[in-house]
């Protein structure tokens, strides 16, 4: 998204455009040289000269000039969709800020924070930012906009009497009606929270003024806001006219280029269309989803690559500068590589020791593991086949457990394995659609039996268990509504994509439960990875690769 399209960094643009002049330093070449590259719509040279300004302004010892290369490098990574590295760019500039005259400045920082807070869902502590922002705010329609995203943020938090007390108090200031813009959104957000805070509240009048206002100003951004509040608020009443709302929604979002619009919009067509055209929504959602995740990492690496290019030249000049240094630093490299070797040693050593106790813990692990996925989700999964199968007879569920029984009798065995008349491909699908039910919509997409010629029994077993812990969580766990795994294959490797919009996992450098763990230790003994990542829309994605032989 560029940065022209996005009202929030606009603001910040224009704020900072407005004082680049009066602020500018006349002997520091790289800082102008930043903000040609900037205004010009090239924003990872300007990322790179805002980074080269913000040493000199250091060397220097100005600390208003390297706060502000900060503030403006945030901004492009918050254009790029780096929230993590916005923030963490904007807290270093709040450092060199503190002492600064001119509170536009800081003004901007704490807004800037704000909306990566808001990015990222965290709405409490967006609230915060917010508040700040209003403080060292100056401008009174700055402020009834600032504190219009303070009441979003309020609704998002489900703070509704909250949030309408301030959409209301707004409505009936003069800048309500100084900007039709500004009028059209608090008229909108105060109707939809309303709403949110009632579902009989009758807000369709409302909801629709704001939409004619938007359409009569153009203004497409307002548009796009208005068809995913009345596709939320027809969904329960008025189904067509939800869905009208959310494909009015997606053709705008396409045309602003908003690729979380477009995202939302297909999640709405996804429950509200029929399953042949669900399908495809949710196809075409997961391919844009793709898309904009690699686009957003590739956007992170450049930019983390700019970055430490950028140190490294600082320290190969410091380098430069200090010989003796440079020395004292050889040394001590040798020195802690020495003392790193010793304790490495005795490290070893001590490992060897433990060696035996380790292979006894390993083999009470393994048959831990396969107790786990044999009779603990076995069971799991045949409950879960008669629940969601009223039609299940009693022959098949007999014949399931007497299954179990058999092999829970071969757990000990070193080459036990699970032996079956299906294709892999077939027992897989039947498997992970056996979840289906009429709250959990499954999509298995592009399984078929050519990508696992070749694959091992052993590993397409592996394999099984590890995408049943992962419907098993599902179920227990996520409530998820929608869940989909991709397999794709390639000369190098097999993989597999999990994608849920359950709720997710708070802290995934966290994760300690033993289903998770299972998976993890068992991805590793096929020489495997596996990663757990958050959804952006809510939810949970697994990506597991399986080198192919």
Not at 180 to 204: G, M, V
Request: net charge negative.
């Amino acid at each position: 998204m560029k940065l022209t399209k996005n009202y929030y960094l606009i603001v910040l643009f224009i704020i900072l455009s407005c004082s680049k002049k009066e602020h500018i330093n006349p002997t520091n070449p790289n800082y102008e040289k930043a903000w040609y590259f900037f205004e010009n719509g090239n924003e990872p040279e300007a990322f790179k000269y805002f980074n080269i300004a913000k040493n000199d302004f250091l060397q220097d010892k100005d600390s208003i000039g390297a706060g502000k290369s900060l503030m403006n490098s945030s901004i492009i990574l918050l254009n790029a969709g780096d929230y993590f590295g916005s923030e963490e760019s904007n807290i270093q500039a709040l450092k060199y800020l503190k002492n600064a005259d001119d509170h536009e400045y800081v003004f901007s920082v704490y807004n800037s924070i704000a909306i990566s807070r808001k990015k990222l869902q965290d709405y409490k502590s967006a609230l915060a930012w917010y508040e700040k922002a209003l403080s060292a705010s100056k401008d009174s329609l700055e402020k009834t906009k600032i504190r219009n995203n303070i009441a979003v943020a309020l609704s998002k938090s489900k703070e509704y009497d909250q949030a309408i007390a301030v959409l209301e108090d707004l409505s009936n200031q003069p800048e309500y009606h100084q900007d039709l813009n500004t009028q059209s959104k608090i008229r909108d957000n105060l109707a939809f929270t309303k709403f949110l805070q009632n579902p009989n509240y009758h807000a369709e009048p409302e909801l629709k003024q704001a939409l004619s206002i938007r359409e009569k100003e153009n203004d497409l951004w307002g548009q796009n806001a208005s068809h995913a509040h009345l596709s939320d608020y027809f969904h329960e009443k008025d189904p067509p006219q939800s869905l009208f709302h959310a494909e009015k929604m997606l053709e705008i979002a396409s045309e602003l280029g908003s690729a979380d619009d477009q995202l939302e919009a297909l999640q709405k067509l996804v429950t509200l269309e029929s399953s042949d055209h669900s399908k495809k929504y949710f196809l075409q959602y997961q391919k844009l989803n793709d898309s904009l995740q690699t686009a957003r990492a590739k956007a992170k690496n450049q930019f983390a690559l700019i970055r430490y290019e950028t140190e490294k030249e600082k320290a190969e000049n410091a380098r430069k500068q200090n010989h003796i240094l440079k020395q004292n630093i050889a040394i001590g490299v040798l020195t802690i590589s020495l003392f790193g070797g010793f304790i490495g040693y005795k490290r070893r050593q001590k490992g060897l020791k433990q060696e035996k106790e380790i292979e006894v813990k390993n083999t009470q692990l393994k048959y831990s593991r396969r107790v786990h996925d044999i009779i603990a989700n076995g069971l799991y999964h045949a409950m879960v086949e008669i629940q969601n199968n009223q039609e299940l007879n009693k022959e098949i569920i007999l014949n399931r457990i007497e299954k179990m029984y058999e092999d829970s009798r071969d757990i000990a065995r070193d080459d036990f394995m699970e032996l079956t008349e299906k294709d892999f491909a077939a027992r897989l699908s039947e498997m992970l659609y056996s979840y289906q039910s009429s709250d959990q919509k499954v999509f298995v997409v592009e399984n078929d039996q050519e990508k696992w010629n070749g694959i091992s029994a052993a590993v397409q077993s592996e394999i099984y268990y590890i995408l049943r812990e992962a419907m098993v969580n599902m179920v227990k766990h996520s409530h998820a509504s929608l869940t989909s795994v991709k397999i794709e294959r390639s000369e190098k490797e097999v993989l597999l994509k999990y994608t849920d919009n359950g709720i997710g996992i708070e802290d995934l450098e966290k994760i300690s439960a033993s289903g998770i763990r299972n998976m993890e230790n068992r991805i590793e003994t096929i020489g495997g990875t596996v990663i757990f990542d958050k959804n952006p829309k809510g939810g949970l994605i697994i990506t597991i690769s399986v080198p192919t032989p």
